[in-house]
């Protein structure tokens, strides 16, 4: 049976994880995502499901904890914000090259440096880019609702296996800290170790019933194999790319000008389209949900029918370089952002569209 | 009597633990961890845990470890080793986790993960190699590395009044409420051996009977980080390391 309940993204999160059937949560405390880590203290899941819950010394450890639990084909995650994802670069770019899955989810705040506890969306380079060393991606969920953040946190589970690849799901301190009504997913069983070994043959559990050793490693030291690891990652990347494209679309069709926006920014943007269509200029709202993949083809498709787009963020102008290769020059494209914890209001972004497209 | 009649199983007295696989190790000649390896791949082999055992490895000369001993391994980031032991274990409590750490990984880089893996006594076995020094790197000073000791960052030799004092970190983790066992060994005589191999198997026993964290130092040699030949690297570890990490027990609960 499904249930409605009234609670913040960051509890919606610690709710989703335990009833995903999800085994492990190692997170260290942060603003503004603590709940996460406390109120998985609170509901105890080790009594209920078995899922174990642990604090970590840093979020060093708790990334590395990650992997070892991955390496045993655990469905396993942490969270934090800002700050603490940037200390998981290392274990990141180590998760993705040994090919593990795990869900990361980044309450972003304001920076750069300690910066602010408030909402912001500036680690979007440091997620879609690389962030940590190498060629990898992440795939990012960009939830935009506490629903979302519910809902996205198994598809980031179910993603992750399906790919044997990290899922971050990139959300903010706004969509973290604000109450709404969540539907919450059914219990699923959490796999025993017999379901583990017959489904992820790579997994760690010790060597029983198999001749061959189980290694998780990232290292290759000769050139010519670790190219070709290169190419297998690439090619997962690709396959990536052409199946997990996830968008929303706003008023879209008979849109002359585009808002291009995600999570709490989009949610921002929705207001401010029907302030400019109660005007009677045409606008919709393009959303993307998967950061990586980016939604490419179907911006573009937008740009043939469109006379300009603008990018709105809370930051200082990162997703605009995205929007702008996917529209390849076709319209002008502009970014108006606040940044630093600071929140946009629909009011400035009708202002802003009407200054830099329609001017 | 012919070789082949000497060649009958009633005649062996030592064999190889088929658990070391026949890859040819890439430790230097003298060098304390392929004997390591060897008692570990032993040890495992006489319990009769090699299906329910999981390595973790280190960044550091053993980042190969999982290449010679056949059993289930990851291979951490450096110093991260007990990080994901600590998940291991507690994901699979059934199972018999370890790390093998040098002291580069386990002391330096990895020191607040060594602390407090060790601290929440996590129930896993910690097998550290202290050579003084980072081997894979070059020979560069480690925390570990003796005053006085010449290395390629501390050419004139480690001055403790610029560089602080040699890290006698397994005496730290002593004072820790979650280790049960913690012991320092050497592996340069048969005699040093039969003991080291004792260690090892107590603090598989120790892990499996879930009494907390086992930490078995082995105060190791480098030669060629030590540019010293194999001999002369034990008589100068025998003789200077022992000073500074005498062996025994330091802790058994
Ligand atoms: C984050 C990071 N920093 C530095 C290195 C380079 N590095 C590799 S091994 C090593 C030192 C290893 O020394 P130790 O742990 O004492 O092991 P040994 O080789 O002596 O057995 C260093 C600094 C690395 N791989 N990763
Ligand atoms: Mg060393």
């Known amino acids: 049976m499904e249930e409605v309940k009234l609670m913040k993204g960051n509890e919606a999160i610690a709710e989703a994880a335990i009833r995903c059937g999800c085994d492990g ?15 998985l203290m609170v509901l105890e899941p080790w009594k209920k499901t078995g899922m174990v819950v642990l604090q970590a010394e840093s979020e060093t450890a708790s ?4 992997y070892g639990g991955a390496g045993c084909g655990k469905r396993v995650m942490t969270s934090s914000s800002s700050p603490g994802i940037s200390l998981m670069q290392e274990g990141l770019s180590y998760i993705a090259g040994a090919e593990l899955p795990c869900v990361v989810v980044n309450v972003t705040r304001g920076g750069p440096g300690l910066g602010t506890i408030q909402p912001s969306q500036s680690d979007y380079f440091q997620t879609v880019k690389g962030g940590g060393h190498g060629d990898y991606k992440l795939i990012t969920l960009a939830p935009a609702s506490v629903q979302e953040m519910a809902d996205h946190l198994c598809l980031a589970f179910d993603l992750a296996f399906k790919y044997r690849n990290p899922v971050m799901v990139l959300s903010d301190g706004l969509i973290g800290q604000m109450m709404e009504k969540v539907q919450l997913p059914d219990y699923q069983p959490r796999l025993t170790n017999e379901q583990i070994r017959e489904k992820y043959p790579w997994a760690t559990l010790g060597k029983k019933g198999r ?3 189980n290694v998780i490693t990232s290292l290759e030291l000769v050139s010519e194999e670790m190219e070709k690891v290169n190419n297998r990652l690439q090619q997962k990347y690709r396959e990536v790319e052409a199946n997990e494209v996830r968008y929303e679309t706003f ?11 995600f999570g709490s920014s989009a949610r921002i943007c929705q207001k401010s389209v029907e302030l400019l269509r109660e005007e009677g200029i045409k606008v919709g709202l393009f959303r993307p949900i998967t950061l990586y993949p980016y939604p490419v083809s179907q911006i573009h498709e937008y740009a043939k029918q469109v006379k300009g787009m603008l990018s709105v963020e809370m930051n200082a102008g990162q997703m605009v370089e995205d929007v702008r290769l996917a529209v390849n020059g076709l319209v002008p494209v502009e970014f108006y952002g606040r940044y630093g914890g600071m929140i946009p209001t629909p009011e400035e972004i009708v202002k802003a569209l009407k200054e830099k497209l329609m001017a | 009597m012919t070789l082949q009649e000497i060649i009958q199983p009633e005649n062996k007295v030592y064999g190889k633990t088929p658990l070391l696989t026949d890859t040819p190790m890439h430790y230097c000649p003298g060098c304390s961890h392929g004997v390591v390896h060897k008692l570990i791949a032993e040890v495992i082999e006489e319990m009769g845990i090699q299906d329910i055992t999981i390595g973790i490895a280190p960044v550091g000369c ?7 001993i056949d059993i289930d391994w990851q291979e951490a980031a450096h110093g991260r080793a007990p990080a994901l032991a600590t998940a291991v274990n507690r994901l699979l409590p059934e199972s018999c986790v370890f790390t093998y750490q040098g002291d580069g990984d386990l002391a330096a880089i990895g020191t607040a993960e060594t602390i407090h893996a060790c601290n929440r006594g996590e129930n896993i076995a910690i097998f550290f190699i202290n050579n003084g020094i980072y081997g894979m790197t070059g020979g560069q000073m480690a925390p570990t590395t003796i005053e006085g000791m010449v290395t390629s960052t ?3 030799g480690r001055d403790v009044m610029l560089e602080g004092y040699p890290l006698k970190i397994s005496n730290l983790l002593t004072i820790l409420d979650g280790t049960c066992y913690v012991t320092r060994q050497a592996v340069h005589t048969p005699a040093t051996v039969v003991r080291a191999k004792k260690a090892i198997r ?5 892990t499996l009977a879930k009494k907390g964290t086992s930490v078995v130092e082995f105060v190791s040699t480098c030669n060629s980080g030590w540019k010293m030949s194999p001999h002369q690297a034990n008589q100068w570890m025998a003789e200077h390391m022992f000073k500074a990490y005498p062996l025994g027990d330091l802790k058994d609960q």
Do not use: R
């Open chain 2, 202 to 206: 107590k603090a598989f026993e120790n």
């Open chain 2, 62 to 68: 053993a980042v190969f470890a999982y290449n010679y």
């Open chain 2, 154 to 156: 501390s050419p004139e």
């Open chain 1, 63 to 66: 990334i590395n904890m990650v």
């Open chain 1, 25 to 39: 949560y190692f997170g260290y405390p942060i603003t503004p995502q603590s709940e996460v880590l406390e109120t």
């Open chain 1, 251 to 261: 008023l879209c069709d008979d849109a002359d000008y585009l808002l291009v926006a």
């Open chain 1, 211 to 213: 001749d061959k050793q």
